[in-house]
């Protein structure tokens, strides 16, 4: 028998709730991106990380196809296509080389650590909270005339919870 919090907790697929974790883990996402937004301040872009969580509903695995999930992860979003990455912690370097492409030509030895970092905070301040991302994948986003600079997403799955990773950089 479930426990009234336990049932409460979870949310249906049209009722997106987030957890007292999945809004921990988008308070940590929201502080590195302070942080990465003024290491990136040399490079003529804005770089701005945004976290959506909510519970997965239905326990883990998810029994909703990937592009079900990746839409649900970033609510708004116009989505072209969903790569699975495999194997799932891929998507750390992935985000890597999305803030690399934010160098000014030629790139740096500094500019590269100050990737490979910022993507490293990212993914302890989500895993902290959420706990291991079990399912990645890569969302490829169509772009408006009047959109960013270019945004790159990514849809993470752990055990417990479903998140969206929006990188947006702007000139």
Do not use: C
């Not at 990136?40 to 519970?55: Q, S």
């Not at 030895?109 to 910022?118: F, G, I, V, W």
């Not at 905070?121 to 909270?129: D, F, G, L, Y």
Request: proline share 8%; charged share 20%; no cysteine.
């Amino acid at each position: 028998m479930r426990r009234k919090t336990e049932a409460r907790d979870r949310s249906s697929p049209d009722r997106q709730t987030t957890t007292p974790a999945g809004h921990a883990a988008q308070a940590a996402v929201a502080e590195v991106s302070a942080v990465v937004a003024r290491g990136f301040d040399a490079t003529d872009h804005m770089v701005n990380l945004e976290l959506t969580t909510m519970p997965l509903t239905g326990g883990f695995p998810p029994r909703r196809p990937l592009e079900q999930l990746a839409a649900t992860s970033l609510p708004g979003t116009h989505i072209r296509a969903v790569t699975p990455v495999k194997p799932p912690w891929r998507w750390i370097e992935l985000l890597h080389g999305s803030l690399e492409t934010t160098a000014p030509h030629p790139r740096t030895d500094r500019h590269s650590s100050l990737a490979e970092t910022s993507a490293l905070r990212v993914a302890q301040a989500i895993e902290r909270h959420l706990g291991a991302v079990r399912i990645a994948a890569r969302i490829d986003l169509v772009h408006e005339a009047s959109s960013p600079a270019w945004q790159h997403a990514y849809a993470l799955v752990t055990a417990t919870h479903l998140a969206g990773l929006l990188v947006t950089v702007e000139d």
